[in-house]
């Protein structure tokens, strides 16, 4: 019997199991990797999720705190008349030099993009509701958002909301043109 009839098999087989162990290992590596990522961006949308929940919890908790703080005054139903003002985009444009979209709350000094999502969050979508809020709660709100969000000073964002609503709009930028970041 030759010897080459049992060496090349044996080498054959020994090769093809080598080459066949490093492609298996490399194809479980990039299953890994595929899970590792996928369960890394569940995680994320989890914790963004709990984020969001956390600032609306601080939220409602400022609500009942302040809602405890104050004496409930109903006033007769006659006397209760909502003034509502209409939105001017051409005046607005004509006075901050830039379209102005209703009800935009990065129209007040302070307020960006993160900020107002914070508080569309928390149910404040408005110029009026924001006007009508505390400035604890919008502290409150933003203490909840993290560390990035409570370094910010809320005091004036009622009262410059306030102005937008109602349409003050050279009064506003007047105001807003001694603020920095919207702190007086």
Request: charged share 25%; aromatic share 8%.
């Amino acid at each position: 019997m030759d010897i080459s009839c049992i060496v090349i098999p044996v080498l054959t087989g020994l090769i093809f199991g080598i080459l066949g162990y490093f492609l298996g290992k490399k194809a479980s590596s990039k299953s890994e990797h595929s899970l590792a990522s996928s369960l890394q961006s569940e995680l994320d949308a989890c914790k963004t999720h709990t984020k969001s929940l956390t600032v609306r919890i601080s939220s409602l908790e400022a609500d009942l705190a302040e809602k405890k703080a104050k004496p409930s005054k109903k006033k007769p139903a006659t006397l209760q008349i909502a003034q509502t003002f209409l939105f001017d985009t051409a005046l607005a444009k004509t006075i901050f030099g830039k379209k102005v979209k209703e009800n935009d709350l990065k129209i007040v000094e302070g307020i960006g993009p993160k900020i107002e999502a914070l508080f569309n969050a928390a149910g404040i979508t408005t110029w009026h509701d924001l006007s009508e809020t505390s400035t604890e709660k919008l502290q409150a709100i933003l203490d909840a958002g993290g560390e990035n969000y409570a370094i910010h000073n809320p005091s004036t964002w009622a009262k410059q909301a306030l102005m937008a609503y109602e349409g003050k709009w050279q009064e506003l930028k007047d105001w807003q043109a001694g603020l920095r970041g919207g702190k007086e």
